[in-house]
């Protein structure tokens, strides 16, 4: 079955710069790449998705990049804010979505 | 977008009992989807919800344990038999919408905070 990796854990960056998160997947048949944004105690929300006949998505300050052939995906948040500090799941899905581990990302101010 | 409701919001339990999850979408979806969420860590899908049929399980959960009935296309529950405090979890419900644009999306339910005492 699909099995999803995600790198790193933790992440802390000072307000302003960048932050970037890692995937990989393992199903080739996964053909939609879904990340949710999950703040303590609320359900996870959608933030932006990718398909697989897309390289790259970007939506303000949030991207995401796919490389189908290396089965990578990432995340890009520029211009980080304090309410972007959350957990962050990437998924993969052929027919159902599987996610992975989390990264919980933190703004110093 | 589909809004997803479900009852309870949270519950305490005793072990050896068991505690039905009611989740209700606001919208005719194509899928119906039970998650588990262990505090820190990642969703894990517990089953895939069918329509009129029976669920599909994910390696691991079984049906014994956590029976799921969808009887139409809005609403599903899931039901944690013989608890112990190991279930002790948030259960998520989530549904995948199908129209043109949106298709795959998928948003999930407040959850259902599970103790077990």
């Known amino acids: 079955g699909e099995n999803v990796e995600q790198h790193p854990s933790t992440l802390s960056v000072q307000e302003g710069d960048s932050a970037v998160i890692k995937c990989t997947y393992s199903d080739s048949a996964s053909n939609y790449f879904p990340w949710y944004k999950q703040e303590l105690g609320k359900r996870p929300q959608l933030i932006i998705d990718?398909?697989?006949?897309?390289g790259e998505k970007k939506d303000q300050r949030i991207a995401v990049t796919l490389n189908k052939t290396a089965k990578h995906f990432s995340l890009h948040i520029t211009e980080t804010q304090p309410e972007d500090s959350a957990v962050y799941f990437c998924a993969a899905s052929a027919s159902k979505i599987i996610f992975g581990s989390g990264t919980r990302l933190s703004i110093r101010p | 977008s589909a809004v997803i409701s479900q009852k309870p919001s949270r519950d305490i339990c005793q072990r050896g009992t068991s505690l039905t999850i009611q989740c209700q979408v606001d919208?005719?979806?194509?899928?119906m989807f039970w998650y588990r969420q262990q505090p820190g860590q990642s969703l894990t899908l517990i089953a895939t919800?069918?329509?009129?049929?029976?669920?599909?399980?994910e390696s691991g959960f079984v049906i014994d344990k956590f029976p799921i009935s969808r009887p139409n296309l809005t609403f599903s529950t899931l039901t944690v038999s013989n608890m112990s405090p190991e279930d002790s979890s948030i259960y998520l419900c989530?549904?995948?919408?199908?129209?043109?644009?949106?298709?795959?999306?998928?948003?999930f339910g407040p959850g259902t905070r599970l103790t077990v005492l």
């Open positions: 919208s005719q979806v194509t899928m």
């Open positions: 990718i398909r697989s006949n897309v």
């Open positions: 919800a069918n329509q009129g049929s029976e669920a599909t399980y």
């Open positions: 989530s549904a995948r919408t199908s129209g043109r644009r949106d298709y795959n999306e998928q948003f």
